[in-house]
């Protein structure tokens, strides 16, 4: 049996391997290689470790769940089935599904359906999965701006605070 390496790059190259590989170098060359490799692999540990410490335990359990449970739209988990499952309320679940799906530390794309949450797959699941988000933003847009307008012709959005308040909106008015 062949000793391996372990704690570079390399991983799981053998012994004979790595040094096939350095033999092509001084061996002035093989050690600044060896040291330089241990670095990376150190600093993408120390990454790793960090990446791990931004989110809560909760947050990964949710992620690693989706990911190696419900890979597909096929094996999608209801959100009451997930929040029994860790114990958290839907709003909380949802909150972490969002956490996941705008941070860069998680790789996997988190579509949903309606059966529930899963791992997308597949280039078509990630392009639903995106769809069906512009489609809700931009219904969201639609809600917000004819809220805007309506606030705006019956004096909802107007404040009313009498004289005392008057210097106080008007210095609003000047700073935008």
């Known amino acids: 049996m062949t000793d391996e390496i372990k704690d570079a790059p390399w991983v799981g190259m053998s ?16 050690d600044y290689l060896a040291t330089k490799a241990d670095e990376e692999y150190k600093a993408a540990q120390e990454e790793a470790i960090i990446r791990r410490h931004r989110h809560s ?30 114990g958290i309320t839907e709003r909380k679940l949802r909150d972490i599904i969002n956490e996941i799906r705008t941070c860069p530390d998680f790789e996997k794309v988190i579509g949903s359906c309606a059966k529930g ?55 609003l008015a000047r700073a935008e």
Do not use: M
């Not at 790595?18 to 001084?26: F, G, L, P, Q």
């Not at 988000?133 to 909802?156: C, D, I, P, T």
């Not at 009313?160 to 008057?166: L, R």
């Open 15 to 30: 012994r004979e391997e790595y040094e096939e590989r350095c033999s092509i170098y001084e061996d002035d060359d093989a």
């Open 57 to 86: 335990d909760e947050v990964w359990a949710v992620y690693e769940y989706l990911t190696t449970g419900a890979i597909g739209e096929a094996n999608a988990v209801s959100a009451t089935a997930l929040s029994i499952r860790f």
């Open 117 to 171: 949450y899963f791992a997308c797959s597949t280039v078509e699941e990630v392009d639903r999965a995106n769809n069906v988000l512009r489609h809700h933003a931009l219904s969201e847009l639609q809600v917000y701006w004819a809220n805007e307008r309506k606030a705006g012709r019956n004096g909802q959005g107007k404040i009313i605070c009498g004289e005392d308040g008057k210097p106080f909106i008007e210095s």
